[in-house]
């Protein structure tokens, strides 16, 4: 979902995990790298992630087409956890797809965790996209990207089952 009034991404999961389990899924790299790609062919090339307020992050993603590896980076502002993860998000040049305008421009991710029915609900918002097929795209991304965190949840291989601060237990 978008906002019109300021171009803005705004989504909602429900996975089965702990809020704690899912915040280390967004600040350990390992775990970045299995999820983190809006679609199984883009694949993530590297992670690095220095969760810390101040610390920064590199993503790499390879385009399936062109073989070129597409990097955003940004550092955390804040860091709460499990509930409250808050970081810049800035595409590096070269950027393949995005128009150099945009590329280098920082915006803000937000990511809110709270405990619900046995596992946890995440709200995304990204703002300070610049509207348009822009901030289409980065829907688009995000929407694909939080799909497959939510199949890494439900896959016997990530129970919380033991997991001292899973609410379910």
Do not use: C, K
Not at 20 to 34: G, I, N
């Amino acid at each position: 979902m978008t906002d019109a009034a300021e171009p803005t991404v705004r989504l909602t999961r429900w996975l089965n995990a702990s809020p704690r389990r899912v915040f280390e899924a967004w600040t350990r790299a390992q775990d970045v790298a299995r999820w983190l790609s809006p679609r199984p062919d883009i694949a993530v090339a590297f992670a690095e992630v220095d969760a810390r307020p101040g610390g920064a992050y590199r993503i790499g993603f390879r385009n399936p087409e062109s073989g070129h590896v597409n990097v955003v980076a940004g550092r955390y502002l804040e860091i709460d956890p499990p509930a409250r993860l808050v970081m810049s998000w800035a595409w590096q040049p070269p950027h393949d797809e995005f128009p150099d305008a945009f590329v280098g421009a920082d915006s803000v991710v937000t990511v809110e965790l709270v405990g619900v029915d046995g596992g946890a609900q995440l709200t995304l918002t990204h703002r300070g996209l610049p509207g348009g097929a822009i901030t289409d795209r980065h829907a688009w991304g995000w929407n694909g990207a939080l799909d497959r965190l939510t199949t890494v949840f439900s896959t016997a291989s990530t129970s919380t089952q033991g997991d001292p601060d899973d609410e379910r237990h």
